[in-house]
């Protein structure tokens, strides 16, 4: 019902900056919140920056400074700028959204296949 499409991973040597995008389509009625997860090898998902309806914006304490996440409502799609990029990074890039469709009665949540971040010299 909820579709969300990732893009914008790839290569990238550290110090370097990639901007996600994460594109929500669907019978959407709205989004609450959309988040950007993360998933190292051999390590569990982790949150890397969410942001509300209203612009309200949350980052993990690993890629505050670094990291810039927003959010453009009319188009269903949310942002990553990742700048100053470290080999810690490196990881499958999520997209979450807590949405309701049209004649939905909840929010439900929804992810992203992933995309790819490598950072590497």
């Known amino acids: 019902q909820v579709q969300l499409v990732e893009s914008g991973g790839g290569l990238v040597q550290p110090g370097g900056s990639l901007r996600l995008s994460c594109a929500a389509s669907?019978?959407?009625?709205?989004?609450?919140?959309m988040d950007w997860y993360r998933q190292a090898p051999g390590k569990q998902r982790e949150l890397v920056a969410g942001i509300t309806s209203g612009g309200s914006t949350n980052y993990a304490d690993s890629v505050k400074g670094r990291f810039t996440i927003s959010r453009d409502n009319a188009k269903n799609t949310v942002y990553l700028q990742m700048n100053s990029l470290k080999p810690e990074d490196t990881a499958v890039y999520y997209c979450y959204a807590d949405a309701l469709v049209r004649g939905g009665a909840r929010l439900d949540d929804y992810w992203g296949q992933g995309t790819q971040v490598t950072v590497s010299s």
């Open positions: 669907g019978s959407i009625f709205s989004i609450h919140r």
